[in-house]
């Protein structure tokens, strides 16, 4: 089954925007395959600890719980580096399924076969 990476440049300035990479992040890791966000400028800050909270729109699931149900079907985050440092966030203060990487690591995890989405 392929891989599917997910590309997210927005952070909640653009909440609904978040929840729909994330329905189809917890989509393709719920449906087995191996899933990776990567996660730049503002998007960063959704991989802090107890950051991502809110609904973004009348009927859209909570932020948590879809991080909770991509976290649950083993979904993976690269906070890109660049971005963190750029944005003073303290790479200590991420999720337990956040990296900080950058563009060579997210290369040597794609594949051949790997789908892509960016938002």
Known sequence: MPKAAISLTTGLEDAEKV??????AVGAA????????????EAVRLA???FARGVAC???PPLLD???????ANGRY?????????????PGSLIGNAEVAGTVQL?????????T???
């Open 19 to 24: 929840t729909v990479a994330f329905l189809m």
């Open 30 to 41: 719920e449906s087995g395959r191996e899933t990776l966000m990567f996660l730049t400028k």
């Open 48 to 50: 802090v600890a107890c």
């Open 58 to 60: 009348d009927g859209c």
């Open 66 to 72: 879809l991080m909770d149900r991509y976290a649950a």
């Open 78 to 90: 690269i906070a890109c580096g660049v971005c963190v440092k750029s944005k003073g966030v303290d």
């Open 107 to 115: 290369w040597e995890w794609v594949d051949d076969h790997t789908v």
């Open 117 to 119: 989405f960016s938002f």
